[in-house]
């Protein structure tokens, strides 16, 4: 189906162009949300009286989206998440569980406006891109932590994916992985099978 977009899309086009798309994209997204209009001559001369209108709105919305991008350009959010001590989250942190992060500070944004190509898994620092409008990203930085004081030590640049770095070097001598296996022990054990 061809389609007149009525606003810059990524990947596809700017505003006024006529692309052709899937069917289903076009009636599912596009058509509905309002971000274009079907390529007919009826809809070509209503497109063309509206241009300036529309390219007046989009410049409006963008200056808006600009203002915003400045006060959330490198800012850093803190997401408390529980994980193993290797760094991998028992869950993981999304789009939504992102855009409502950014909310409660006061910024108004979608999970829709956040771009990430799957859900983040691991602990640490983590930059995220926020798209504001279709010509506006703005970069935000996720700190991911297990508790706020893991999260101040992440910001100050220290890695925490091991037990030492999480627990220091006064890790009870009992946890540590050596203590668990004694290779004496297994060679005692297994010269008294030999001689039973």
């Known amino acids: 189906m061809e389609v007149i977009l009525l606003e810059r899309i990524p ?3 700017q505003m006024g162009d006529v692309v052709r798309v899937k069917d289903g994209f076009a009636r599912n997204f596009l058509l509905r949300q309002g971000k274009a ?4 001559d009826a809809n070509r001369k209503k ?4 241009r300036v209108e529309l390219e007046a709105r989009n410049l409006e919305r963008k200056s808006e989206a600009q203002a915003v991008a400045e006060k959330l350009d490198g800012k850093s959010f803190v997401v408390i998440r529980s994980a193993a001590e290797t760094g991998q989250l028992y869950g993981s942190v999304s789009a939504r569980d992102i855009a409502d992060v950014v909310a409660s500070e006061g910024f108004k944004i979608g999970r829709n406006q956040v771009d990430i190509n799957q859900p983040i898994k691991t602990i ?4 995220v891109a926020i798209a504001l409008h279709p010509e506006v990203v ?3 930085t996720l700190n991911i932590a297990r508790s706020a004081d893991e999260a101040e030590r992440q910001a100050r640049g220290e890695t925490l994916d091991s037990a030492e770095a999480i627990y220091g070097e006064e890790i009870n001598e009992s946890a540590r992985p050596e203590a668990f296996f004694d290779p004496e ?8 099978e030999e001689n039973a």
């Open 47 to 50: 497109f063309e009286s509206q």
């Open 185 to 192: 022990a297994e060679i005692e054990q297994e010269e008294g």
């Open 138 to 140: 703005a970069t935000v």
């Open 124 to 127: 640490g620092l983590t930059n």
């Open 37 to 40: 209009l079907r390529a007919n």
């Open 11 to 13: 990947r596809l086009g």
